[in-house]
């Protein structure tokens, strides 16, 4: 019978490895913030821009052909005043996509995160049921090894007076054949009365070697 050892430090060590996920929502914030500080730039350049442009028209509106020219000027201005806009809207749209795509992230990887945790909770109670089981079976096994031991014993001793008893009955059996094979004396005893024979008794003696 092989004998089975429970290590007593017999643990188990499950890690949940969230590197990727980190990373992901790293990337996207980084990529919101960056949005974010373009778009307040271009405001602050663009009202800053616009600001210098009035300034100078005011100093220039003098003859008409300069107001003629700085209507040219306002106008293109619009015109990039316009793009902006429709940059900055785009911005705020890919923000907004970036944001949604974030969320949708941290809501994916959330659920498998928490069906790895499950996952991981049964095959710890699995683990944790075997190793009770092995316990239950290493103690079954040392009860029974004891019993044999025991058993191993008690044969051993009944085999040793078993064989004392053998050695005695073959010293008896050869002290009777010993005795069978002494030579014997036939000894006659008779007793007359007045000439008269009364008893005849015949006797066997041992002859001593």
């Known amino acids: 019978m092989e004998k089975h050892h429970v290590p007593s430090d017999f643990n188990v060590n499950v890690k949940v490895d969230t590197g990727p996920r980190e990373d992901l929502i790293k990337v996207l914030e980084d990529m919101r913030q960056e949005y974010e500080l373009i778009i307040k730039k271009k405001h602050r350049d ?8 009035s300034a100078a028209m005011s100093q220039e509106a003098a003859s008409p052909a300069t107001v003629q020219s700085r209507q040219g000027d306002i106008h293109e201005l619009k015109r990039t005043f316009q793009a902006l806009e429709i940059d900055l809207q785009a911005q705020y749209s890919t923000k907004s996509a970036l944001e949604n795509m974030l969320s949708e992230t941290q809501s994916r990887y959330s659920c498998k995160l928490q069906d790895m945790q499950e996952i991981i909770s049964h095959y710890e109670e699995e683990l944790t049921q075997l190793r009770h089981e092995l316990e239950r079976q290493n103690n079954e096994y040392q009860v ?3 019993i044999k031991t025991h058993l191993e014993k008690e044969i051993t001793t009944y085999r040793r007076l078993l064989e004392g008893e053998s050695e005695g009955t073959r010293e008896e059996s050869k002290s009777s054949m010993k005795v069978s094979a002494t030579p014997k004396i036939k000894a006659i005893t008779q007793e007359t009365i007045n000439g008269r024979l009364v008893l005849c008794q015949v006797n066997e003696i041992q002859k001593h070697a």
């Open 46 to 53: 663009l009202d800053t821009w616009y600001k210098e442009q």
């Open 144 to 146: 029974l090894l004891g």
